[in-house]
């Protein structure tokens, strides 16, 4: 069994800033990376940020140069740092992780319950 837990969603002016917060925990014997996807209703999960076991970074295209993740690959931890948010990324944001568990030598990709970001124009 392996747990996402996310925090730091919640309401927000445009142009401000939030924080989103993952911890995994569990049956993981490997995380190869963690990231972020947020999605709305009727539309299909989007990419906001990925973050590799190398540092290597990549964001989706309407997030590039305001959000910035970080993480500690080994512990499972991440953060999203999300500046001058706008009412287009009102969206339930969820961590995404992709590890190997330690009863079974593949690596699989699993995802958070979700946070919910609103942002107020």
């Known amino acids: 069994q392996v747990q996402l837990v996310e925090s730091g969603g919640g309401l927000v002016q445009a142009g401000e800033s939030l924080t989103l917060s993952c911890k995994a925990s569990g049956s993981i014997q490997r995380v190869g990376r963690m990231g972020w996807y947020r999605q709305t209703p009727g539309k299909p999960r989007e990419l906001v940020a990925l973050i590799y076991s190398s540092g290597k970074t990549d964001y989706g295209d309407s997030v590039e140069g305001r959000f910035a993740i970080s993480a500690n690959i080994p512990r499972g931890t991440s953060t999203l740092q999300m500046n001058d948010l706008t009412s287009k990324d009102t969206a339930v944001y969820s961590c995404?992780?992709?590890?190997?568990?330690?009863?079974?030598?593949?690596?699989?990709?699993?995802w958070g319950q979700g946070t919910q970001v609103t942002v107020s124009s």
């Open positions: 995404y992780l992709f590890f190997q568990p330690k009863d079974d030598g593949a690596f699989r990709d699993y």
